[in-house]
């Protein structure tokens, strides 16, 4: 098997609004991180229909169960769930975990109709 080696460069200039990314990496009060972190896991446990059978709620646990609330790792959680999800996660959680989540989306530079929090 030949091997290549590729050269790139990659340009990111920020959001839409040619915004540094700061918010997204901003990690969010204890408190909403905490409450995100825990529906998250209730709801992969919920959603995973077969009692965990091929280790589904076990996995998406074990990789949040003990990550600290720093830089973007609020938005890593969210991010783990598909827009299906995401809309079953945010009927769960507070406004000021909605409110959070949404505005480092939005710095992010999600388009606003996948926004769903």
Do not use: C
């Not at 915004?19 to 995100?36: A, H, N, R």
């Not at 783990?80 to 079953?88: A, K, V």
């Amino acid at each position: 098997m030949k091997k290549y080696k590729v050269n790139y460069t990659v340009s990111y200039s920020g959001n839409k609004n040619n915004m540094k990314l700061e918010l997204y990496y901003t990690p969010p009060s204890d408190d909403v991180f905490e409450e995100v972190r825990a529906k998250a896991m209730v709801l992969w446990k919920v959603v995973d229909s077969d009692d965990d059978k091929y280790g589904y709620a076990t996995g998406k646990i074990d990789r949040i169960k003990d990550i600290e609330n720093v830089q973007d790792n609020l938005m890593y959680i969210v991010a783990m769930f598909d827009h299906g999800n995401q809309i079953l996660l945010a009927e769960e959680l507070s406004e000021e975990a909605k409110d959070s989540i949404r505005e480092r989306l939005i710095d992010g530079g999600t388009p606003h109709y996948l926004i769903v929090f």
